[in-house]
């Protein structure tokens, strides 16, 4: 959610300046056109930085790294949240797969071993269905092992 709040943010920062440069030059007109540039310009931004995948990513570096938990913060993945995430944090979580231990490193293996079977599965493989998030998940489960 914080992810997409800054990116409402952003837009509304561009909107800001636009509507400034606008109101100089007096071509207040322009403004609507502006916005809607700004928009899409967002919203590409958006979905090349991935959210879900930025989201994995920053839990398994607090994983990884403790020092980058706030002192008031939770320690460790929360594995049932990761798990809910779609193939953009499959990437992350084959990574934390050495660091995980116990109960949670054979749910974090099952829920990947259940990735690799779906995205072996032919309606996933067809290239009508390609997409980068899957090709990148592919991947990361290749590296483990035994895909």
């Known amino acids: ?22 109101l100089v030059r007096d071509r207040m007109r322009w403004l609507p056109h502006a916005m ?5 310009g967002v919203l590409v931004a958006v979905n090349v930085i991935g959210p879900l995948r930025l989201v994995a990513d920053q839990n398994v570096a607090r994983l990884l790294d403790p020092s980058r938990v706030p002192p008031d913060g939770r320690r460790g993945l929360d594995v049932e949240y990761m798990l809910m995430l779609t193939d953009d944090a499959v990437p992350a979580l084959a990574a934390a797969l050495p660091a995980l231990a116990g109960d949670e490193h054979a749910a974090v293996s099952r829920w990947l071993e259940d990735r690799r079977v779906e995205l072996g599965r032919p309606e996933t493989t067809a290239w009508p269905a390609w997409n980068l998030a899957r090709e990148e998940a592919r991947r990361a489960l290749q590296a483990l092992g035994g895909g």
Request: neutral net charge.
């Open 1 to 22: 959610m914080r992810f997409y709040i800054d990116a409402t943010i952003a837009w509304l920062g561009i909107g800001i300046v636009a509507a400034t440069a606008l």
């Open 36 to 40: 809607t540039i700004a928009a899409v």
